[in-house]
């Protein structure tokens, strides 16, 4: 169906419903607009029905179901900042490995005192991936087994696309192979050609079976299409087709001065693909699924866990950034790698801020709950 | 305190003609539309539909199943299946009555 102004107009419209009428319904009306062309009556009748879920939101709010969907929504908002503070804490880890051109403050006078910040950070990332792992895995096994039993077709999309994720994780990890001592530099790059090529493999199979499964059961939705599924395919398809031409010596034709940006601007374009389309798919994937109050209740601890490891692991990175900005000012000297620890720390801080107020969220709802 | 459907307002009559429809089996939105547009001739806009299922789900006569994909199929529980028996006896002696006494106008 061609959508015209007045879908466009319909749709907007759902977004002045109440958040609880929208945390309930906004899905199953999206899928029959999609299906059936609004009329100029349909907006007048959506426009009606603002004013009706205003007035009664008795019957959105405080419900059962719409504490459940708040308790799933605020675990997997936690899980999603902890993958955010991962990635950036990957990025202050290497920071302290490399120092390209710059003096080391650390040895121009005496070290602040932060040295215990380092093993308590290590300690408690420990614990924040543990509790990830445990409840994160509970999330995945779930939907996986649900899946599994509503259609066997429909885990893999599902496996192609995590498997795609979880390699561009390993592929991060692999750059602090770089810092062991006599690394074997051909190892390090069959490893990285491995991940790169696993990455970009699983990641077009998944899309391509979620495509097909869409086109199969008619619900293939174009704001899943337009904005990823397309650059991404296009970049993939490029990449494929370089390295099928120049296999044998592929990476030395991609880095060539004249076609390294252009490669690396494709490659770059189908990670952010990959993984934006496959945050997006695991994310409404695990959305689908029909969680118990009991299962809920129980992983809300892991994501407890998981926050306060967070937010007091962030604060101490804090702690150490501002005791190191305070000892370089000292020193007058300025080191490029000084702001870029300051973003770096915020970047950090900001999803452990986010995850703690989805947290908040959640244990709200399961008192509701409990009360209820 | 259960309630009529005749007792819902404005979502009277959609209330009974979404019952109706899921009398005849499970079905999520877009099938009731289209199933309400075959058997009653009535266009059901999408506001009207949802507005009427939030009511019927809050006083137990409609209950959520698992969501296929996206769309969520509703089914008709013990309470809305007599609430709506009640309902259609009610039309049906309106109906019956009405013609009788058409038919004594026309006669």
Redesign the interface.
């Known amino acids: 169906m061609k959508p015209t102004f007045i879908h466009w107009c319909?749709l907007r419209l759902l977004c002045f419903y109440p958040r609880a009428w929208r945390a309930?319904?906004v899905?199953?009306?999206?899928?029959?607009?999609e299906?059936?062309p609004a009329t100029l009556?349909?907006v007048f009748?959506?426009?009606?029905?603002i004013f009706?879920?205003y007035f009664?939101s008795e019957?959105?709010t405080e419900r059962k179901?719409v504490m459940l969907q708040r308790l799933r929504d605020s675990q997997l908002v936690i899980y999603a900042a902890f993958a955010c503070c991962a990635f950036f804490w990957a990025i202050y880890g290497l920071l302290n490995f490399y120092q390209p051109g710059v003096p080391d403050y650390d040895l121009t006078s005496p070290a602040p005192a932060y040295s215990f910040v380092s093993p308590l950070v290590w300690a408690l990332g420990l614990v924040a991936v543990l509790s990830t792992l445990l409840g994160g895995c509970a999330f995945l096994a779930r939907a996986l087994k649900q899946s599994f039993a509503?259609d066997r077709r429909n885990i893999l999309p599902f496996i192609c696309i995590l498997l795609s994720m979880l390699i561009f994780m390993q592929f991060l990890g692999a750059l602090y192979l770089l810092v062991v001592p006599y690394m074997n530099a051909a190892f390090l790059k069959v490893i990285w050609e491995l991940d790169a090529v696993a990455f970009l493999a699983f990641g077009l199979l998944g899309i391509i079976f979620r495509v097909r499964q869409g086109i199969q059961?008619g619900?293939l939705s174009l704001r899943f299409v337009r904005p990823v599924c397309i650059p991404l395919l296009l970049a993939l398809l490029i990449i494929a087709l370089l390295f099928v031409t120049f296999s044998p010596n592929f990476t030395s034709y991609a880095f060539s001065s004249t076609r390294k940006w252009l490669f690396l601007s494709l490659l770059l374009l189908a990670f952010v693909g990959t993984i934006s389309s496959g945050v997006i798919f695991v994310a409404r994937w695990l959305r689908?699924v029909?969680y118990s109050q009991s299962f809920l209740r129980f992983t809300l601890f892991f994501a407890g866990v998981t926050t306060c490891a967070l937010l007091v692991m962030s604060g101490l990175l804090l702690y150490e950034t501002l005791i190191i900005d305070l000892h370089v000012s000292t020193l007058g000297s300025s080191l490029m790698r000084v702001p870029l620890l300051n973003v770096i720390t915020l970047c950090i801080a900001l999803p452990a801020v986010i995850a703690c107020l989805a947290l908040r969220r959640g244990v709200h709802a399961r008192r509701e709950l409990q009360q209820a | 305190m259960r309630k009529k459907i005749d007792e819902l307002g404005r979502f009277s009559n959609p209330s009974l003609l979404i019952l109706s429809s899921l009398a005849g089996g499970p079905k999520?939105?877009?099938a009731m539309?289209q199933d309400i547009e075959e058997f009653s001739g009535t266009r059901l806009?999408?506001?009207?539909?949802?507005?009427a299922?939030?009511?019927l789900e809050?006083q137990g006569w409609i209950e959520?199943l698992?969501?296929?994909?996206?769309?969520?199929p509703y089914r008709l529980t013990g309470l809305g299946l007599s609430a709506l028996q009640e309902q259609l006896k009610t039309m049906q002696q309106i109906v019956r009555t009405g013609l009788s006494r058409l038919a004594e106008v026309n006669s």
Do not use: C
Request: charged content about 35%; proline content about 2%; glycine content about 8%.
């Open positions: 319909a309930r319904y899905d199953e009306v999206a899928a029959v607009l299906q059936r009556r349909t009748d959506l426009l009606l029905g009706d879920a009664h019957l959105f179901f509503r059961a619900t689908r029909e | 999520h939105g877009y539309i806009e999408v506001g009207t539909l949802y507005g299922l939030a009511r809050e959520p698992e969501s296929e994909d996206r769309r969520r």
